[in-house]
């Protein structure tokens, strides 16, 4: 190989060096797109490369190829390789000889989510799948969290720095825990009951594990949460001589609870963000309600926060506090699998 294909393919050849390094006695599985993304083609990576890991329990080791730039450097900042990251995803194996296809699918479909909306992916990241993460699957992992891959790490390349993110599959209660706490922490403490954050798609949730949901528990009232922003499908906010109406979705009610009290109860700012509306709370001495920006902005005293917190409750309902101008409503809730079919109606 000359020179220049060495020098146009550098930031391909880091990867499959890491790869190599890691298993050094086998040849990964590459399964490449038959029509480049450029070209008009569906897939957004070149391709995903799969490899066969006995390391924590057998499983399937998942790397991509194409959120960095793997070929000559094209964007204005040296020190980055295109989005900054690669996507890694380990599977559990069973008896099956060759490895399943459909995480394949599931990278290529972030991919097209990071490549169509600009959003880049992090260290303790999170997203809600919005249904099982393999599809037709018997599973209860409905979500993914992102760390660092362990064994790859970060690396630099001709074309610049990235890391390797480990795409971690999580329950949905799992997601909700990581996200009232610091989710580089959860998925650390995740990794001491699953090695390696393995996704097994038939295990329960971590969260019913005593070690585990006493060490988030703890650490969410140490730390706080990391999480600034929540979307709520259902928002609603009127603001009329001073007094507030806020409605809001049943069913939420501990998910939102937590998040206000590891937010604002911190000292910190916490974002709803609706379909066409957004609320931003804010810590502070003296309670009030104002308009910035088109946002509703809602400043709550700690005596204020306590009342709203014991407000939300489980079931459909008007509430009027008497610490803050607010009259909460919640709204009965229809609950829906992937395809848009009502599983539940919370009232």
Not at 30 to 51: C, K, M
Not at 201 to 208: A, D, V, Y
């Amino acid at each position: 190989m000359s020179d220049e294909t060495d020098l146009t393919q550098a930031g391909f050849d880091a990867i499959a060096e890491a790869m190599h390094r890691l298993y050094p006695d086998q040849e990964g599985l590459f399964y490449r797109t038959i029509i480049p993304y450029a070209l008009g083609g569906d897939d957004p990576l070149d391709g995903v490369e799969i490899w066969k890991s006995g390391h924590g329990v057998p499983h399937w080791h998942y790397v991509t190829y194409g959120f960095t730039e793997l070929y000559e450097k094209e964007s204005d900042d040296p020190g980055v390789s295109g989005y900054g990251f690669e996507l890694t995803f380990r599977l559990k194996r069973g008896e099956e000889e060759q490895p399943p296809v459909w995480p394949v699918n599931l990278l290529q479909n972030l991919a097209r989510y990071v490549f169509s909306s600009g959003n880049a992916f992090g260290l303790g990241h999170h997203m809600d799948a919005n249904g099982p993460i393999a599809l037709e699957a018997e599973t209860k992992l409905t979500a993914l969290g992102f760390r660092i891959d362990p064994e790859l790490g970060e690396m630099d390349t001709p074309n610049g720095h990235f890391a390797f993110l480990q795409v971690v599959g999580l329950t949905a209660d799992e997601m909700a825990a990581m996200m009232c706490w610091n989710g580089e922490k959860f998925l650390s403490e995740l990794e001491q009951q699953i090695p390696l954050c393995i996704t097994d798609l038939s295990r329960p949730s971590i969260m019913e594990n005593p070690a585990l949901r006493g060490a988030w528990q703890e650490g969410m009232d140490r730390d706080g949460s990391s999480t600034a922003f929540l979307y709520m499908d259902e928002l609603g906010v009127r603001l009329e001589n001073g007094h507030v109406t806020l409605r809001l979705g049943a069913g939420h009610d501990g998910t939102l609870t937590r998040m206000l009290r590891a937010r604002v109860g911190k000292g910190r700012e916490l974002f709803l963000q609706g379909s066409d509306t957004a609320v931003l709370f804010r810590p502070g001495e003296q309670a009030g309600a104002c308009e910035e920006d088109g946002v509703t902005v809602l400043t709550l005293p700690e005596d204020a926060l306590k009342e709203l917190c014991g407000a939300l409750g489980p079931h459909a309902g008007v509430c009027t506090l008497s610490a803050f101008p607010m009259t909460v409503e919640l709204a009965p809730t229809a609950i829906t699998d992937r395809d848009g079919n009502v599983i539940q109606v919370i009232e």
